[in-house]
């Protein structure tokens, strides 16, 4: 017989889990409420585990597993897609073009790290987030080996780069709302024009970064209209895949790229059993996603992010 205060923290976790599992997407306009939508692969793995506590050890162990059914479905239901869905296409595109997008962490020392990566990747178009003056200057052998470039240095964590082997025009965008800049790219690839906008919008540290957050992301869907039919929106969006305010950007014609490839997570790198997925890469429909990965650690909190798009 276990004793009563096992059974109560048994019961406290289970009620605990459900509530961080169903109420932020239920309530998901209040900033730290919305947080805690990030972790959903967590709380399945913690919600099977006391699934299967409550069996062996709780007496009258109904209610606890409606309850954590519900959970587990809860959060299977945005976990699952990821893995199932038929969005991936095979790698009979008659070209493909790779894209990686790297959050550099402006305190990041392992420069080394970062340019070998870059260099095995060899990305045709490159973003650089948090990029700073000495980002640019420790990174000028990549940066010079890219012959369309547009660098907005920084000395916060704001800074961005967008560097293209590609015929590109390049421009930055505030998209109506405060200082952290985007930059928006025309290219040509393959007789074909593709719109490209890199963006890091602030992190939700408190409801007014939270609000301005979602407005940034929000700002850049509202003027779809004026970019290419080729369109890729990617960078750290300092949301994951699964809150509302992310769910709210899928519409229309932009799917998640990450469909079909599973997870991935980015963010926090060094610490596997936290992370979820900050990084992200949009992509209007009508493109086929040939692969997409993250990459190894790099010394940054973010892992790099990887997408192969198919052109016909």
């Given amino acids: 017989m276990i004793n009563t205060f096992l059974k109560k923290l048994i019961w406290i976790s289970i009620i605990g889990i459900l509530l961080v ?10 900033w730290l409420i919305d947080i805690f939508s990030n972790f959903k692969v967590q709380y399945l793995f913690i919600s099977i ?9 709780l007496e009258k162990k109904v209610s606890a597993l409606v309850l954590l059914i519900i959970s587990i479905l809860w959060n299977g239901y945005y976990i699952a897609p990821y893995y199932f869905s038929s969005n991936v296409v095979g790698s009979d595109s008659d070209s493909f073009w790779k894209i ?3 959050n550099l962490l402006s305190s990041n020392s392992e420069t080394d790290l970062v340019k070998n990566y870059i260099r095995k990747e060899d990305p045709d178009v490159l973003v650089l987030l948090e990029f700073t003056p000495g980002w640019e ?17 920084r000395t916060d964590n704001f ?3 967008l560097l293209s082997k590609f015929e590109m025009t390049s421009s930055i965008d505030y998209f109506d709302l405060n200082n952290k800049p985007s930059i928006v790219g025309d290219l040509k690839i393959k007789n ?6 890199a963006t890091h919008p602030i992190p939700p540290i408190n409801q007014t970064t939270f609000t301005n957050r979602n407005k940034q992301l929000t700002n850049i869907i509202n003027k779809r209209h004026t970019f290419s039919d080729n369109l890729v929106i990617v960078g750290d969006f300092n949301t994951s895949s ?17 469909m079909g490839f599973g997870i991935l997570p980015t963010w926090p790198a060094g610490y596997k059993i936290l992370q979820t997925t900050l990084d992200h890469c949009l992509v209007s429909k009508n493109l086929k996603i040939i692969d997409r990965s993250t990459g190894e650690n790099i010394g940054s909190d973010h892992l790099p992010v990887n997408i192969v798009i ?3």
């Fill in 21 to 30: 599992s169903v109420l932020p997407n239920i309530f998901s306009d209040y």
């Fill in 49 to 57: 585990l006391l699934l299967i506590i409550s069996v062996l050890l």
């Fill in 100 to 102: 990686s997008s790297i």
């Fill in 137 to 153: 200057r420790d990174l000028i052998p990549i940066i010079e080996s890219y012959p369309y470039k547009k660098l907005v240095t």
């Fill in 159 to 161: 800074g961005i780069a």
């Fill in 192 to 197: 074909q024009r593709f719109s490209i906008v």
């Fill in 242 to 258: 699964f809150s509302n305010h992310f769910d709210s950007l899928i519409r229309d014609d932009l799917k998640d790229s990450r």
């Fill in 310 to 312: 198919g052109v016909n």
